[in-house]
């Protein structure tokens, strides 16, 4: 079936890594056009060099005075500076990323959630910042994990994903995307998959 999720990740310059996801609103090929539609323009304001809000700005404001079938995209979007660890971020209405690492605790990142791509044109974003430390972890994912039901209509919820994640212990960010399915296929048993389900895992190892 075709769908609208996407992750990114790309070099900026040699020094900033950009990193995305997002959730298309809906199903079908109208999703997935939005879909590449976003990531492409995302891409493009990025690599320009401004600031990671007004990229967001820029983004919202094609997306949205170009919108006549009404979809929206959530997305989250880091760009870290490789060299001071420094992370600048926005969440345009996304399920918050986790981050921590195996010698420390898993938290998620608390951000202004702002609004949706493609809402309202000319909405001003707010951006966040934060520090990461060598072996730090950021896991993004979309709702189709979380949301992910049970025979009973149970929902895997966000705190099973940060167990899973806790539990990971020493594990690659590879075998975690794995563990996190398994838990997931666990859980769901035989249900139907209600969304989809995508996620991405960077550590952040310092300059060496």
């Known amino acids: 079936e075709v769908a609208g999720d996407f992750y990114d990740f790309f070099f900026i310059d040699k020094d900033n890594f950009c990193i995305v996801i997002s959730d298309v609103s809906g199903k079908g090929v109208p999703s997935a056009l939005f879909m590449v539609i976003a990531k492409t323009l995302l891409q493009s304001e990025a690599q ?3 600031a990671i809000k007004d990229v967001l700005f820029n983004v919202n404001n094609a997306l949205t005075r170009n919108n006549d079938t009404s979809m929206f995209a959530t ?5 870290i500076n490789l ?4 992370l600048r971020m926005v969440n345009a209405g996304h399920n918050p990323p986790i981050i921590g690492n195996s010698g420390d605790e898993y938290n998620f990142i608390e951000l202004n959630q702002n609004i949706a791509l493609g809402v309202l044109d000319d909405f001003e974003f707010t951006a966040g910042e ?3 430390n060598p072996g730090d972890r950021i896991v993004l994912y ?3 994990i ?3 039901f049970n025979p009973k209509g149970e929902v895997f919820s966000e705190e099973r994903l940060l167990s899973t994640i806790i539990d990971s212990g020493n594990a690659n960010n590879m075998q975690l ?3 996190i399915q398994q838990e997931i296929k666990n859980f769901a048993l035989n249900a139907e998959q209600s969304d989809d389900i995508t996620i991405l895992a960077i550590t952040y190892n310092g300059i060496k």
Not at 75 to 79: A, D, H, I, P, S
Not at 83 to 86: L, P
């Open 48 to 50: 320009r060099g401004y």
């Open 130 to 132: 934060m520090k990461l």
């Open 83 to 86: 060299k001071t660890g420094v």
């Open 177 to 179: 995307i794995q563990q």
């Open 75 to 79: 997305l989250f979007c880091g760009v």
């Open 142 to 144: 979309t709702d189709g």
């Open 146 to 148: 979380t949301e992910a």
